[in-house]
């Protein structure tokens, strides 16, 4: 089955700077590999999401890049802001499971004032 | 447009006894997740429903946990008798399942659960 590893399992960046959290996945086939943001109270919720035919992907502050041979792909957050703040989770598929997602264990990013 | 509404938001039972949790959808959404967080971890899929039919519960603990989702809408998670390691967060989520490709996740706020 699919695996996925992501780290740091914590991360303090001062405002303004960047942020970037890496996940590695286990299952060759994998095609989609989505970014969710947690904040506090509230349930995940889709930030960005890449697809296996392109290598990278940007929504103003926020990018991914994917390196399909290395089975690894990161999150990128530019001139980061306090509202950053939250566990963020990868997650990639089952293969044989479509639709079924494993996310990652999450990473806590903590925005410096 | 409304999300994902979940309720109780919060619910404390003392063990051995039973606990249900209700997911409203969001309009249209054919496919519901049920998932189970455990605090500092992601998401893992309990059971999911395409309609009416559950067509993934492989990681249903089916001598305790019971799900349904009678009219394809909304659904209900049953726990019977409740342990002292189901104390977790309870996610619903929601996708509109196009066919062919992965589809967004929708998530509600969640229900927590504590078990005394």
């Known amino acids: 089955g699919e695996n996925v590893e992501q780290h740091p399992s914590t991360l303090s960046v001062q405002e303004g700077d960047s942020a970037v959290i890496k996940c590695t996945y286990s299952?060759?086939?994998?095609?989609?590999f989505p970014w969710y943001k947690q904040e506090l109270g509230k349930g995940p919720q889709l930030i960005i999401d890449i697809r296996s035919n392109v290598g990278e992907k940007k929504d103003q502050r926020i990018a991914v890049t994917l390196n399909k041979t290395a089975k690894h792909f990161s999150l990128h957050i530019t001139e980061t802001q306090p509202e950053d703040s939250a566990v963020y989770f990868c997650?990639?598929?089952?293969?044989?499971?479509?639709?079924?997602?494993?996310f990652g264990k999450g990473t806590r990013l903590h925005i410096l004032p | 447009e409304a999300g994902v509404v979940q309720s109780p938001r919060y619910k404390i039972i003392e063990k051995k006894q039973p606990v249900a949790f209700w997911c409203n959808p969001i309009s249209g959404h054919n496919t519901l997740y049920w998932y189970l967080q455990n605090l500092g971890q992601g998401p893992e899929l309990l059971i999911r429903?395409?309609?009416?039919?559950?067509?993934?519960d492989s990681q249903l603990p089916k001598d305790r946990f019971s799900a349904e989702r009678l009219k394809g809408v909304d659904s209900t998670l049953k726990i019977q008798p409740a342990e002292l390691g189901d104390s977790a967060v309870y996610l619903c989520a929601s996708s509109f399942d196009q066919g062919n490709s992965y589809n967004e996740q929708f998530f509600g706020p969640g229900t927590r659960l504590t078990v005394l």
């Open positions: 429903y395409e309609n009416e039919e559950a067509v993934d």
């Open positions: 997650a990639a598929p089952l293969m044989n499971r479509d639709d079924k997602i494993i």
């Open positions: 299952d060759s086939a994998s095609n989609y």
